[in-house]
T-cell receptor, first 113, second 114 residues
């Protein structure tokens, strides 16, 4: 069965520092992978996705993620954190049938001034 | 609101009461879904639908019913509310991309069951 593990429920960085949020997945089929962001008291918003093709995926707000099949990872990065990046981030993978999306537990990103 | 509206925004129920959470989309997408969000557990799929008249269960369907009579609407019914159903509920519409759906979420309904 498909599953997603996000390493670290909380990550804290200084403004201007590198952001790295870790996601590992388990999938019995070629995975479709997603990162979503949730700002306080809002719904989730799609940041980026990997379906097929290029393994380095660029998303909104300067975020990118790299699909590494050998490591079963899909880590999210941003070179320079901004205060407005403070939010909760969720990694997700499709199930084998494609109709269900499995979400990780989430990582809350704090950005210090 | 990503083309998805949810009502109400907040609701308090007593144990045993029933209610319907409303969800509507304005993008004519076939796929819609309901999730609940609990601290430390991410989002868990309750039910989903791939078109009018077609619904199926997700990971945590017990205690909830859905129906899809139109493409636009996908209401979620709590049959007999329990404190364990205290949660934030999100409805989403889905855009198919190959063997998966990228989803667009509504603003959520915060439900408390006492």
């Amino acid at each position: 069965a498909q599953s997603v593990t996000q390493l670290g429920s909380h990550v804290s960085v200084s403004e201007g520092a590198l952001v790295l949020l870790r996601c590992n997945y388990s999938s019995s089929v070629p995975p479709y992978l997603f990162w979503y962001v949730q700002y306080p008291n809002q719904g989730l918003q799609l940041l980026l996705k990997y379906t097929t093709g290029a393994t380095l995926v660029k998303g909104i707000n300067g975020f990118e993620a790299e699909f590494k099949k050998s490591e079963t990872s899909f880590h999210l990065t941003k070179p320079s954190a901004h205060m407005s990046d403070a939010a909760e981030y969720f990694c997700a993978v499709n199930d084998a049938g494609g109709f269900k999306t499995i979400f990780g537990a989430g990582t809350r990103l704090f950005v210090k001034a | 609101n990503a083309g998805v509206t949810q009502t109400p925004k907040f609701q308090v129920l007593k144990t045993g009461q029933s209610m319907t959470l409303q969800c509507a989309q304005d993008m004519n997408h076939e796929y819609m879904s309901w999730y609940r969000q609990d601290p430390g557990m991410g989002l868990r799929l309750i039910h989903y639908s791939v078109g009018a008249g077609i619904t199926d269960q997700g990971e945590v369907p017990n205690g909830y019913n859905v129906s899809r009579s139109t493409t636009e609407d996908f209401p979620l019914r709590l049959l007999s509310a329990a404190p364990s159903q205290t949660s934030v509920y999100f409805c989403a519409r889905g855009l198919q991309d190959g063997n998966a759906y990228e989803q667009y979420f509504g603003p959520g309904t915060r439900l408390t069951v006492t």
